[in-house]
């Protein structure tokens, strides 16, 4: 694709209003889809674009399409959010709704030019959905023993190098990647988690059943797949920790001890 980054830039706040008309629930789905798929396109634009700033030498600019390409992909999430709630995939529009929040927040951290009073309205705005939408959750985090992370951007020992975790670099995130684990020590129910996704999932009830933390609907254990096995008035519940890759993995069988 031969197309000068000042172009495919000044498409941006077109494809984006033309979106957010369409970040509510009662908005046509197929109206909502092919908006998905106009951002899906203009991300690929925004790829190339990228890829010729790092060849121009042009750091700034790089950070600024990555600041832009993030800011697309949280409209998108929202778009997923609420084109997965019309069909009650309840767990896919909290992932669509969780990846909207980081994607923005991802995208005030790229550059300046995302930091402005709208995009803290964005922010909010998936707030109060988070609070009203959605039930409340009950977050988990993991508390690991690593021993070595490394750059996500030079490969080095993160102790050693000069990047600096959730900085832009070249239009690239730094993040801090766990080489070298030596235990999962704990896994903690937390209020404010680093990651939304990492949740209860379900939980047994006095009465001996097993009730989804989303739905609040109650199973017999053994619909549950993978369920551990359990006494009635034992308190147990599963969830989604992190995996040290980053991504989600379901946990083994963890036994809370309330009081
Ligand atoms: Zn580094």
Redesign the pocket.
């Known amino acids: 694709m031969n197309e000068r980054i000042g172009d495919v830039l000044s498409d941006f706040e077109d494809i984006i209003s033309r979106a957010q008309v369409l970040t509510f629930l009662p908005r046509d789905s197929d109206l909502q889809e092919n908006s998905v798929n106009e951002l899906k396109d203009y991300i690929k634009r925004l790829n190339f674009a990228q890829e010729l700033a790092v060849k121009n030498k042009d750091e700034d600019m790089a950070n600024k399409i990555l600041a832009v390409r993030c800011g697309c992909r949280a409209i998108r999430s929202e778009l997923d959010m609420w084109l997965s709630l019309k069909s009650e995939e309840w767990i896919e529009s909290w992932g669509s709704l969780v990846d909207a929040q980081d994607f923005l927040r991802s995208a005030q951290s790229a550059h300046k030019m995302m930091r402005k009073p709208n995009i803290q309205n964005m922010q909010d705005k998936y707030r109060w959905v988070e609070k009203f939408v959605f039930p409340p959750q009950t977050y988990l985090s993991p508390g690991f023993v690593v021993k070595k992370f490394v750059?996500s951007?030079?490969?080095?020992d993160?102790e050693k190098?000069?990047?600096i975790e959730g900085l832009p670099y070249w239009g690239k995130f730094?993040n801090r990647i766990i080489a070298d684990i030596e235990k999962v020590q704990e896994i903690s129910v937390v209020e404010e988690p680093k990651d939304k996704g990492c949740r209860i999932i379900h939980f047994t009830t006095e009465e001996g059943l097993v009730r989804n933390k989303m739905t609040w609907k109650t199973y017999d254990p053994e619909e549950i797949q993978n369920f551990p096995e359990f006494e009635t008035g034992e308190k147990i519940f599963t969830g989604i920790v992190m995996k040290p890759n980053g991504t989600y993995g379901r946990t083994q069988k963890m036994q809370e001890k309330r009081g």
């Open positions: 750059c951007i030079c490969g080095e993160y190098c000069d990047h730094c």
